[in-house]
T-cell receptor, first 112, second 112 residues
C-alpha cells in the first residue's frame, strides 16, 4: 500500500508566525509532489508543486523536498487567519497514471 | 476562472434512488478524469479513473455496478450513484490531471 502520512493536527500558530507542515511518503518511485489547501466543505486548491530535491518558493509559501528521506514539507511565512484550513499533501507515483495519492491532511489554525 | 465545473454542488436523495453527478472540463480536452470521494475528516480517496471512449477503471473495493461512470466526450464525465444508501453520503470530487490536478467544486451527497 502506497501511503502518504501527515500529522492531522490541529497545528495552531499565532498570526505572523511561520507554520511548518510535514508529509512523508512510502513509495520511492514517487516523482511529483503537491500541496493543496482545503477549506471546510470545499474542494482542494493547489498551492505548490515540487518535483526535485530542494526548496521552491512562491510568495509566502516554500515547499521542501528530500527524496532520500521521502519527506516533503510546506512552510507558510507570515501566517494569516485566512490561512486556517486543512493542508493536503499529495503524491504522484510513476506507475499510478496521473492519479494522486493524498494524505489525510493537517488542520492549521492561525490565531489573531 | 474555474477549469473544471462540477454539478450539482449538493444533492439530497432518498435511499434507493439514483443520483447523477456531472464533471466538465472547461479549458482542456480531458481523455482522463478522476473521481474521488471524501468522508468527513478523511482524505480524498480515488474511486475510479474515467477514460474517454472506454470503460472506467475502478479502485479496489469500489463497486463498478453501483458507481456508474460514463465519459462520452473529451469534456464530460458523469458519475451515477445507483440505489444510493446512507453510507454513500459523502463529498464527491472530480479532477483532471493537467498541472497537478484541477478539481471540480465537489458534490455533497446526502442520502436519507
Amino acid at each position: 500500500q502506497k501511503e502518504v502520512e501527515q500529522n492531522s493536527g490541529p497545528l495552531s500558530v499565532p498570526e505572523g508566525a511561520i507554520a511548518s507542515l510535514n508529509c512523508t511518503y512510502s513509495d520511492r518511485g514517487s516523482q511529483s509532489f503537491f500541496w493543496y489547501r482545503q477549506y471546510s466543505g470545499k474542494s482542494p486548491e493547489l498551492i505548490m508543486s515540487i518535483y526535485s530535491n530542494g526548496d521552491k518558493e512562491d510568495g509566502r509559501f516554500t515547499a521542501q523536498l528530500n527524496k532520500a528521506s521521502q519527506y516533503v514539507s510546506l512552510l507558510i511565512r507570515d501566517s494569516q487567519p485566512s490561512d486556517s484550513a486543512t493542508y493536503l499533501c499529495a503524491v504522484k507515483s510513476s506507475n499510478s497514471g496521473y492519479a494522486l495519492n493524498f494524505g489525510k491532511g493537517t488542520s492549521l489554525l492561525v490565531t489573531p | 476562472g474555474a477549469v473544471v465545473s462540477q454539478h450539482p454542488s449538493w444533492v439530497i436523495c432518498k435511499s434507493g434512488t439514483s443520483v447523477k453527478i456531472e464533471c466538465r472540463s472547461l479549458d482542456f480536452q480531458a481523455t482522463t478524469m478522476f473521481w474521488y470521494r471524501q468522508f468527513p475528516k478523511q482524505s480524498l480517496m480515488l474511486m475510479a479513473t474515467s477514460n474517454e471512449g472506454s470503460k472506467a477503471t475502478y479502485e479496489q473495493g469500489v463497486e463498478k455496478d453501483k458507481f456508474l461512470i460514463n465519459h462520452a466526450s473529451l469534456t464530460l464525465s458523469t458519475l451515477t450513484v445507483t440505489s444510493a444508501h446512507p453510507e454513500d453520503s459523502s463529498f464527491y470530487i472530480c479532477s483532471i490531471p493537467q498541472a497537478g490536478a484541477f478539481f471540480g467544486q465537489g458534490t455533497r451527497l446526502t442520502v436519507v
